[in-house]
C-alpha cells in the first residue's frame, strides 16, 4: 500500500488521470480496496463518489482480492459458435462457482473476458493470462480438475492442450521503468 | 523536403540499411497477439542459437495476416526473395532454419512453405495464393516486413514523410484533401473525415484535442490491433497530420485494455517519436507542436461510442451523452474535440503522400479506397486482409477465407459486431460498401465479419448478442438497459420450449422502444435479433412452434442419451462427467457385498446434466444428444 500510494504520488493531479489511477491500484494491489479509492480520491482532489462511480463502472477493475489461479473466460462469439457456453458450464460445475466468482477459498476464479481476436484458438480460456485453446469439452474437464489440484498447466509433462503464453504489459511498458514490480513479464515486448 | 526531416530520414536509412537489403539471410518473426497465442514467443526464443550456428539474422515483425498458419517465419536471402513459412512450432526451430536456408528450401521446407511475397526462382508466389491475391494493401503494406518496435525502419520506409509535407500546408488545404479522397468513418459511421476536421478547424480555440478511438470492443474485430502493433507509427502520423488540419495540439490515444501488446508498442512509439522530434515541439521546424498520450482502457464496450470514449478519458464513467454539443462544440474536458478511429488517421499519411485521386482508384463512389476486415468463425482460413471496398463479399469470405472448413455449408454471416446484426448465407454476394448492407438493415461497422455454419444456432447467437448488449449497456436510460433485458428473457425462454407467437409480436415492440435510446448502443441493440426475425424466420419458428433446436445447442430443447450400454467407454465418460450424472442404475435385489460388481444400466440423471458434450466425445457412439420434446413423444 505504501509503494502503490508513493507511485500514485507521480501521478499529475487531476480526474483525467482517473483510469491510470485505478489502473496503477490493480497492479500494486491485485485489486481496488476501499483504501485506494480513498488515496486515489485525495491526490486526484475529488470525491470518494467520484472514484467509486468509475471504479465499479468498468469490468476491468475488481472489487474483492483475486483469486490465486484466475480462469478467464473468452465470452466472444468465435468461441461460442464452437462450444463457448459449455466449456463455462464445465468450469462452473467443475469449481463449485459461478461466472464472476472466486471458489469460497479464493484459490480458484472463473471470470468472463472480452474477445481479445485470438479467434483461431477459439473456444479458449485463459489461464493466469495464457491462451489456452482450442479446447475440446473432455479437455476442459481435465483442464479443470487439474487447477482444482494446483497443478501449473505449464509444468504439465505432456502437454495435452496447446498452451501459449499471453501478452502481459507489465507495470514497467505501462507506468515507465522507475515503476517496474516483480510481476512476471512473459512475452512482454523488450 | 524540410532539411531537418532530411536530416532525420538519412540516420534512419543508415540505422536500417542492414535490415532492408541485407547481405546475409534475414529471419523475420511474426510477433502479435495472434501468433504469440500460436507460441511464437517461444519461437522467437528458440531461434537465436541455430540462428547464430547459421550466420542469419533474426528480425521482429508485425503480422502479415495469415492469422491461421500462425506462426509466420520469413526468410528473406541475398540469392533469393523473401519466402513466407508456417506454420513452424518453436521445437522445429532449427530442423526449420536449415531446411529454409538450404540448398532447396521448396523440397526441404515443403512442409512449411506458404509463398514468396518478393519474387523468388521456383517458388510460387505469394500473390497467386488465394488469401493475398485479391488483397490491395496500403495500410498493410509494410506490415509484417518492418520491426514495428524501431522507428528507424518505419522512416526508412517513408514514415513522416507526409507530415513534413503537412506542417508547410494551409489547414483548410488538408481538410479539403481528405474531403477530396472522401475518407470515411472507419469505425464504421462513415461520416467524411475531412468534414468532420472542418468542423474543429471552424470551432473556437485556443485548446482543441484529437482522440483516436482504439477501444476495438467488437468481438471478432482486430483491425486496430493489427495496426497498432504492426505499424504503430502510421497512426502517430495520422493523428498529428490531423492536428495541423485543425488546430489541435494535443491528442488521446484511447486503447482498450485488451490489447496489452498494442499498448506497450504504441507506448513505444511515441517514446520513439517524441525523441527523435517527428512529434512534440516544433516538429521539423516549422513551428507547429503536437504531442499526444494513450489512455488504456478498462473494459467498457460502450466508450467505443464517441461521447462515451470523451467520458472515459475524462475520468468519468464511460456514458455516453446525449449530441448535440457535438464534440466538435464540446468535447474532451468540454473543449472542442474531434473523435476518429485508428484506421482512418492511419489513412491520412497515405492520401497527404499519394493524393485524393491515387486513393479514389480504390474502392467505390459511396466508399473509395481499401479497407481492413478481419474474418473469422467458421472459416478455413481466418486472419486479416485489406481489399477494395465493393469486393464481393462471397470473395473475402468464400475465396479469401476458404469457407467453412470441413465440407460445412455457410449458414450466415454476422458482420459489423454485436450491434451489426445477422446475414443470411444468401447474401453472401453482398458488395462491401456502406449502402447495400444499410439496406439490408444491417452495419458493415468497423470490418469484422463472422462466418458461420450450420452447426451455430441463429437463435443462440441472437441471444448471445442481445446478453452482451444488455451487459455492456450504461444502465443511463431505462429503454437501452430495460429494453435489452426484456429481449434477452423473451429469447432465453424461446430456447427453453416456452415460446409463443406472441413472443414475435413482443420482440417487435421491444425493438421499436429500443430505437428511442440515446445513444447508439441502445438504438442498434436489436438490430441481431431484427436480423433473426427477418432472415431466420425458420429456424425461430421450429423453435417456438416445434420446441426443436436445429443445431441442437439449446439445453432447455435437447437431451442426452445412451443408445448402447455394451460399450466400454461409458465408463471413462461417466468418471469425466463435471456433475457424474451418468451412473450405473441400482441392479434390484443385489446383496450390499455384491455391490462392485452390480452391472445395471448405465443412466444419465437429466435433471444434473449440464449439456456440456464432454461424455458424447468419449462415446460417440454410445451417446446421443436428442430433441428433448420429440423424444418423449416418441417414447409415449
Known amino acids: 500500500m505504501e509503494r502503490f500510494a508513493g507511485l500514485l504520488q507521480q501521478l499529475p493531479r487531476h480526474q483525467g488521470q482517473m483510469l491510470r489511477a485505478l489502473h496503477l491500484a490493480q497492479a500494486e494491489l491485485g485489486w481496488i480496496s476501499r483504501d485506494a479509492i480513498r488515496l486515489i480520491a485525495r491526490h486526484l482532489r475529488v470525491t470518494e463518489a467520484q472514484v467509486y462511480g468509475p471504479a465499479t463502472f468498468y469490468a476491468e477493475f475488481r472489487h474483492s482480492p483475486p483469486p490465486k489461479t484466475l480462469v478467464t473466460w473468452c465470452s466472444g462469439p468465435s468461441c461460442r459458435v464452437v462450444g463457448g457456453d459449455r466449456v463455462r458450464r464445465i468450469f462452473e460445475a467443475e469449481f463449485g462457482c459461478r461466472l464472476g466468482e472466486n471458489t469460497p477459498d479464493d484459490e480458484l476464479g472463473l471470470w468472463l473476458g472480452q474477445c481479445n481476436g485470438t479467434c483461431e484458438k477459439a473456444p479458449m480460456v485463459w489461464v493466469n493470462g495464457r491462451v489456452i485453446g482450442p479446447l475440446s469439452m473432455v479437455e476442459s474437464v481435465k483442464l479443470a480438475r487439474r487447477l482444482k489440484q494446483g497443478e501449473d498447466p505449464l509444468t504439465w509433462p505432456e502437454r495435452p492442450i496447446k498452451i501459449a503464453p499471453a501478452t502481459f504489459v507489465d507495470a514497467e511498458t505501462t507506468y515507465g521503468s522507475e515503476h517496474a514490480h516483480d510481476s512476471t513479464s512473459d512475452g512482454a515486448v523488450s | ?636
Open chain 2, 1 to 636: 523536403m524540410s532539411s531537418a526531416y532530411e536530416e532525420i530520414r538519412e540516420a534512419a536509412e543508415l540505422a536500417a540499411a542492414p535490415r532492408r537489403s541485407p547481405t546475409r539471410p534475414l529471419v523475420r518473426v511474426d510477433l502479435s497477439t495472434s501468433s504469440v497465442a500460436a507460441e511464437a514467443d517461444r519461437l522467437w526464443e528458440a531461434l537465436p542459437a541455430p540462428a547464430a550456428e547459421l550466420d542469419v539474422d533474426l528480425m521482429r515483425v508485425g503480422t502479415l495476416g495469415l492469422s491461421w498458419l500462425e506462426p509466420v517465419v520469413e526468410v528473406e536471402r541475398p540469392d533469393m526473395g523473401a519466402v513466407v513459412y508456417g506454420p513452424v512450432r518453436p521445437e522445429q526451430a532449427s530442423e526449420f532454419l536449415a531446411a529454409a536456408l538450404g540448398d532447396n528450401p521448396t523440397e526441404q521446407a515443403a512442409q512449411w512453405l506458404i509463398g514468396a511475397r518478393t519474387p523468388a526462382p521456383g517458388i510460387p508466389a505469394l500473390s497467386d495464393h488465394p488469401f493475398w491475391g485479391p488483397q490491395e494493401r496500403r495500410l498493410m503494406q509494410w506490415m509484417g516486413v518492418i520491426d514495428p518496435e524501431s522507428i528507424d525502419e518505419a522512416i526508412a520506409v517513408g514514415a513522416y514523410e507526409a507530415l513534413d509535407h503537412a506542417v508547410g500546408m494551409d489547414p483548410m488545404a488538408i481538410c479539403d484533401l481528405v474531403l477530396a479522397a472522401g475518407v470515411g468513418g472507419r469505425g464504421g459511421g462513415g461520416f467524411p473525415a475531412g468534414q468532420k476536421w472542418k468542423f474543429l478547424l471552424g470551432a473556437p480555440g485556443p485548446t482543441k484535442y484529437l482522440v483516436c478511438n482504439a477501444d476495438e470492443g467488437d468481438p471478432g474485430a482486430f483491425v486496430n490491433r493489427v495496426l497498432m502493433e504492426s505499424d504503430p507509427h502510421l497512426v502517430i502520423e495520422g493523428m498529428a497530420i490531423a492536428g495541423k488540419a485543425t488546430g489541435a495540439d494535443y491528442g488521446f490515444i484511447y486503447i482498450r485494455d485488451e490489447y496489452p501488446l498494442s499498448i506497450a508498442r504504441m507506448e513505444l512509439a511515441l517514446e520513439q517519436a517524441r525523441a527523435r522530434g517527428v512529434i512534440g515541439q516544433d516538429i521539423f521546424g516549422s513551428g507547429f507542436d503536437f504531442d499526444l498520450e494513450i489512455t488504456r482502457g478498462a473494459g467498457s464496450y460502450v466508450c467505443g461510442e464517441e461521447t462515451g470514449l470523451i467520458a472515459s478519458v475524462e475520468g468519468l464513467r464511460g456514458m455516453p451523452k446525449i449530441r448535440p454539443p457535438f464534440p466538435a462544440q464540446k468535447g474532451v474536458f468540454s473543449e472542442p474535440s474531434n473523435v476518429n478511429n485508428t484506421e482512418t488517421y492511419a489513412n491520412v499519411p497515405l492520401i497527404v503522400r499519394n493524393g485524393a485521386a491515387w486513393y479514389r482508384q480504390h474502392g467505390t463512389e459511396s466508399d473509395p479506397g481499401t479497407k481492413m476486415f478481419s474474418i473469422s468463425g467458421a472459416l478455413e482460413r481466418p486472419g486479416i486482409l485489406e481489399v477494395p471496398f465493393g469486393m464481393g463479399m462471397d470473395e473475402l469470405l468464400l475465396g479469401c477465407g476458404g469457407g467453412p472448413p470441413d465440407g460445412h455449408t455457410p449458414k450466415g454471416i454476422q458482420p459489423g459486431g454485436p450491434l451489426g446484426g445477422l446475414l443470411p448465407a444468401s447474401d453472401l454476394g453482398l458488395k462491401l460498401e456502406r449502402p447495400p448492407f444499410t439496406e439490408r438493415g444491417v452495419l458493415l461497422g468497423s470490418g469484422g465479419l463472422i462466418l458461420f455454419d450450420e452447426r451455430a444456432s441463429a437463435v443462440d447467437l441472437t441471444k448471445y448478442f442481445s446478453e452482451f448488449c444488455e451487459d455492456e449497456s450504461c444502465g443511463r436510460c431505462t429503454t437501452c438497459h430495460g429494453g435489452s433485458q426484456r429481449l434477452v428473457e423473451v429469447l432465453e425462454r424461446i430456447m427453453h420450449g416456452d415460446g409463443r407467437q406472441e413472443d414475435l409480436e413482443r420482440i417487435g415492440a421491444i425493438d421499436k422502444t429500443l430505437q428511442n435510446a440515446n445513444c447508439l448502443h441502445g438504438q442498434f441493440t436489436p438490430y441481431a435479433v431484427r436480423g433473426l426475425v427477418n432472415y431466420f424466420r425458420d429456424e425461430l419458428d421450429v423453435h417456438i412452434e416445434e420446441k426443436r433446436d436445429p443445431a441442437r445447442v439449446a439445453p432447455g430443447l435437447t437431451r442426452y442419451l445412451i443408445t448402447d450400454q455394451s460399450d466400454p467407454a461409458l465408463e471413462e465418460a461417466a468418471a469425466l462427467c463435471p456433475t457424474s450424472c451418468i451412473a450405473r442404475a441400482p441392479v434390484e435385489g443385489a446383496e450390499d457385498d455384491d455391490a462392485s460388481e452390480a452391472q445395471g444400466d448405465w443412466r444419465i440423471h437429466e435433471p444434473s446434466c449440464i449439456h456440456c458434450d464432454a461424455c458424447r466425445e468419449i462415446a460417440p457412439d454410445a451417446i446421443r444428444v436428442e430433441d428433448r420434446f420429440l423424444t418423449m413423444l416418441s417414447v409415449v
